[in-house]
């Protein structure tokens, strides 16, 4: 089957730096891929999607970098805030078939 | 603002009884999903829908089974809990034209199979 992961479960850095979630992906075939947040208690919310004919792609505070050599994937988030302390985990998808990563718990340090 | 709401948030049930999980979109997507979410795991497919009374089997279709008589509403069978379906269920939503990944999910049900 897919195999969609993250390089940590964790990660901590201090409100105002950026961070950078990564994401590692095994389908050569992937087109497509998401990156979802999901803060305690809710459902997961859309925040940045790339396609396979693009490397970068940038939203609001966020970048999303694509390497199809090594199968990789990265969320960057600029000026990291307090609001951005959330779980954050991303999708591949072949066709129609979605894969999702197990997720980075993101901690923001006021 | 879509809006995606399930019945419950957290719900316990004893092993063998009949559960319900409603999922309710208030902005006409035809897409509605069904997810489990376990520690270590990731979401992964249970069942999803792209039309009323049409169901696909997502990833892990055993044991659940699903209802989707009007375009709003997509329900979820367990029709016997069992305690390896203890965990959180998340329904989603998306239009058919819209981008393929922008699926709106709801809160999440946290059920406990006993």
């Known amino acids: 089957g897919e195999s969609v992961g993250l390089h940590l479960p964790t990660l901590s850095v201090q409100e105002g730096d950026n961070s950078i979630i990564n994401c590692a992906y095994s389908?050569?075939?992937?087109?497509?891929f998401i990156w979802y947040k999901q803060e305690s208690g809710k459902g997961p919310q859309f925040i940045i999607d790339i396609r396979s004919n693009m490397d970068k792609r940038q939203g609001q505070r966020v970048t999303v970098l694509l390497n199809k050599t090594v199968k990789h994937l990265s969320l960057q988030i600029a000026a990291t805030q307090p609001g951005d302390s959330a779980v954050y985990f991303c999708?591949?998808?072949?066709?129609?078939?979605?894969?999702f990563g197990t997720g980075t718990s993101l901690t923001v340090i006021p | 603002d879509v809006k995606v709401t399930q019945s419950s948030r957290y719900l316990v049930k004893r092993t063998g009884e009949k559960v319900f999980l409603e999922c309710v979109q208030d902005?006409?997507?035809?897409?509605m999903f069904w997810y489990r979410q376990d520690p270590g795991l990731g979401l992964r497919l249970i069942y999803f829908?792209?039309?009323?009374?049409?169901?696909e089997k997502g990833d892990i279709p055993e044991g659940y089974s699903v209802s989707r008589e009007k375009k709003e509403r997509f329900s979820l069978i367990l029709e016997s809990a069992s305690t390896n379906q203890t965990s959180m269920y998340l329904c989603a939503s998306s239009t058919a034209s819209g981008r393929i990944g922008e699926q709106y999910f709801g809160p999440g049900t946290r059920l406990t199979v006993t």
């Open positions: 999708a591949d998808c072949t066709g129609n078939q979605f894969y």
């Open positions: 829908s792209y039309d009323v009374k049409m169901k």
């Open positions: 902005m006409d997507h035809e897409n």
């Open positions: 389908n050569s075939a992937s087109d497509y």
